[in-house]
């Protein structure tokens, strides 16, 4: 498609309402990370809305819930890659379990017993998330799977590849 074809595309979307008109992510691919405020996922990958699936939460960990997320996207939604990125600095990374979770708890005035996903080894959490994806079987397409460490600092986005 030539250029211009496809930025006005991009416009008649835009004034269309593009989220309400095309659900499968034109870029057929899942991104999972890590909730971090500082991490501007659109902005760092230059993603539009449409582009993605967008899977989100502490650490960025493939979680059940995001497993089969990433199931629903790849068998409903069309998609057939997944990038997980994790970044430097993070929470996960940076509290254990029983401080998040006594923190929660202290806070909320209730005991808290949910698994938060926390790691001591930043590289390992993520080679280990990426073979939590390919090696669940619920996912149609494992073959591009691939782990990212985001450098907040750098700004710069590092493969971590897998053993
Ligand atoms: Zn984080």
Redesign the pocket.
Known sequence: MDAIDRVLMNSRLHHLGMASRITEPSLKLVILT???AR?DVSALLGLRPGDANVLRN???RATQDVLHAAALSQAVLGTREVMVI??T?????RFSQPELAARIAAASGHPFHGDLGTFSDPIGALKEDVALLRSYTSLPHRDKIRGFMYDLAAERLTEVPAD
């Open positions: 890590c909730m971090d991490i502490v650490g960025g994790h970044h600095e993070c929470a996960a990374g």
